[in-house]
């Protein structure tokens, strides 16, 4: 009697264990591919075996919630470039403290600030800071004293 090696399946010419969890980026099925799947599947059904209506309905549902998180993420993540933006204008005209490209701490002060691929740059003497560089924001100098208030003679009227 011979001995016979084990078969293990392959996937992309790798192989994979029955334990092992397949990384396949591609594998993760987006609302395109979800609807495709779903028309293929109503088209070649067997019709003397009709599709479960209720299992049917859950996909359907299961496809709008993700639908519905997709636009939650996307107002998320709309939100949060606004506030960066915010918080970058915020800063101009202010003294920041920043690592510049060789490491070393640089001081300056902002004057204006723009979204450069995707990311807040501030530019700060000629130069462009990334607003993840920021380390020290300073506060702004007074020019003026405060005007102290006097109080004001009340007029009598007889």
Do not use: C, H, W
């Amino acid at each position: 009697m011979s001995n016979i090696e084990s078969i293990s399946p392959t996937i992309g010419g790798s192989s994979v264990s029955a334990g092992s969890p397949v990384e396949n980026p591609g594998a993760v099925l987006d609302r395109d591919a979800f609807l495709k799947l779903l028309v293929a599947q109503l088209k070649y059904q067997d019709p003397t075996k009709p599709a479960d209506t209720s299992q049917m309905l859950a996909q359907s549902a299961q496809l709008t919630m993700v639908d519905r998180l997709n636009d939650i993420a996307d107002s998320l993540q709309a939100a949060e470039s606004s506030d960066k933006l915010v918080l970058a204008g915020s800063l101009v005209g202010r003294e920041i403290a920043f690592l510049a490209d060789a490491g070393e701490q640089v001081t300056g002060r902002v004057e204006s600030v723009r979204f450069e691929n995707g990311d807040l740059t501030l530019s700060v003497g000629g130069l462009s800071v990334p607003l993840g560089t920021v380390s020290q924001v300073f506060a702004p100098a007074l020019s003026a004293p405060a005007p102290t208030l006097s109080p004001v003679p009340a007029v009598v009227t007889a």
